[in-house]
């Protein structure tokens, strides 16, 4: 069993900083890459940014310069900050994750529950 638990979405002005984590927890053998997606009403759900292993990253067009991902390996956790949040940013952010379980010994894609995040004034 292997569970991505999201925190940090919330209520902020435009112009505001965010900083969301995701704990990725259970018989984890190991992790190939940790990402962002998110959806707003209405639309299909998209990237927002993603890291892999070895530290790679990339990021939609859409918060390149504003989001920055991260991970701590140790606690097989991903962190997206994101600071100068517009209003379009509004959606349920997923955590992602690729990876191999102790069970199962093969690549397997797991989605936390979702944590909202509204960019208001």
């Known amino acids: 069993q292997v569970q991505l638990v999201e925190s940090g979405g919330g209520l902020v002005q435009p112009g505001g900083s965010l900083r969301l984590s995701c704990a990725a927890s259970g018989s984890i053998f190991g992790i190939n890459a940790m990402g962002w997606y998110r959806q707003a009403p209405g639309k299909e759900r998209e990237l927002v940014a993603g890291i892999s292993s070895g530290g790679s990253t990339n990021y939609a067009d859409s918060v390149k310069g504003r989001f920055t991902i991260s991970k701590d390996n140790a606690k097989n956790t991903v962190y997206l900050q994101m600071n100068s949040l517009k209003p379009e940013d509004t959606a349920i952010y997923y955590c992602?994750?690729?990876?191999?379980?102790?069970?199962?010994?093969?690549?397997?894609?797991?989605w936390g529950q979702g944590t909202q995040v509204t960019v208001s004034s």
């Open positions: 992602h994750a690729d990876l191999v379980t102790i069970a199962k010994m093969r690549n397997d894609d797991y």
